[in-house]
């Protein structure tokens, strides 16, 4: 009762604020994004992200080499494959010499400790765009999966330790995980993507990886056939424990901070490690306010940061990382 309780005395300095706050980020907590280009070289600036890049195999060795020295000990990896390798199919995916292979090598070579967790999904090798395989303007669930499970050991055999499917298909978890079962990689984990929202915010990554659905007549122009309706709160929750119950190790809500009230609902649901994906149109707005002069970039970039991992986020999958730890520093 006041005054012999003031809550601001727990205020009244930095000293005391560092010593009773309750949610601190670390190096330990940020999961890289990294996108792999073909070429040597290359570090190509990526328009709608400022500061960040897309990268030939001998810049992601250097890339890396440099996580790591900052304290950041996971990566997760995209790749950009040409047009002429797209097709309806993914075909390119499954190349054991393919981009995204050499890629996990290339990491693992230069930083043998360093997690590597891979992207699972189409629409990088799309002639289409979609996360899936389109047949009579349909997305095919059970055809994709079993292209998916395909990927996720090649991925494994490269010496990927995660595997991380974005594609929402129903049962590819089960179907992943039972593919690496029969292949012997029972120590590769799946971060499974379980409640992707069908969201707006995804446009600078599309553009990242020219990875965008295309228009063409009866092929949808949208994902909202597989990914979650943004309106829906409890479909996540039911979404996750299936992965989980599948065989997931990690969960995903991807985007950030408009799902951060179900990142909360999950967490108090489930008992697996649960990770947020900060996305690029998040990094996107930040970034172009900053430049503006609208926001102060470094403190809004870890409110919003530290909003993630106080709404229960035990990974935060962000294109800050490397800002973060630097103002860490």
Not at 243 to 263: F, R
Not at 294 to 320: C, P, T
Request: charged fraction near 25%.
């Amino acid at each position: 009762m006041y005054p012999l309780i003031r809550n601001r005395r727990l205020r009244s300095n930095e000293a005391i604020r560092h010593l009773v706050r309750e949610t601190i980020i670390t190096p330990s907590d940020f999961l890289v994004p990294l996108f792999v280009v073909e070429g040597k070289g290359v570090k190509e600036e990526i328009s709608s992200m400022p500061n960040y890049y897309r990268l030939s195999l001998d810049q992601l060795e250097k890339e890396v080499k440099e996580l790591w020295n900052m304290g950041l000990c996971a990566v997760l990896l995209f790749v950009k494959v040409s047009d002429d390798l797209k097709d309806n199919k993914g075909t390119e995916a499954l190349n054991p010499n393919g981009l995204m292979q050499l890629a996990i090598k290339t990491v693992k070579n230069a930083c043998p400790d360093m997690l590597v967790m891979t992207d699972v999904a189409l629409d990088p090798f799309s002639s289409y765009g979609h996360d899936g395989i389109v047949a009579d303007g349909q997305i095919l669930n059970d055809e994709t999966v079993e292209v998916l499970a395909e990927m996720s050991v090649s991925h494994a055999q490269a010496g990927a330790d995660f595997v991380a499917p974005s594609d929402m298909m129903d049962g590819r978890i089960l179907s992943i995980r039972e593919a690496l079962e029969d292949e012997g990689f029972t120590n590769t984990g799946i971060m499974s993507y379980s409640a992707k929202y069908a969201s707006a915010f995804y446009g600078p990554f599309r553009d990242a990886l020219d990875s965008a659905p295309v228009d063409i007549k009866n092929v949808p122009k949208n994902k909202s056939t597989y990914q979650m309706d943004s309106a829906n709160r409890f479909e996540a929750i039911r979404e996750t424990q299936m992965d989980i119950d599948e065989g997931a190790d990690i969960v995903m809500v991807k985007p950030g901070l408009c799902y951060l009230d179900i990142v909360r609902e999950i967490k108090n649901e489930v008992d697996v490690p649960v990770a947020v994906y900060q996305v690029s149109g998040e990094y996107a707005m930040l970034k172009a306010a900053a430049e503006k002069g609208w926001l102060d970039h470094d403190s809004v970039m870890m409110e919003q940061l530290i909003a993630i991992k106080r709404a229960g986020a035990n990974i935060i999958a962000s294109y800050f990382a490397k800002d973060a730890v630097k103002l860490m520093g």
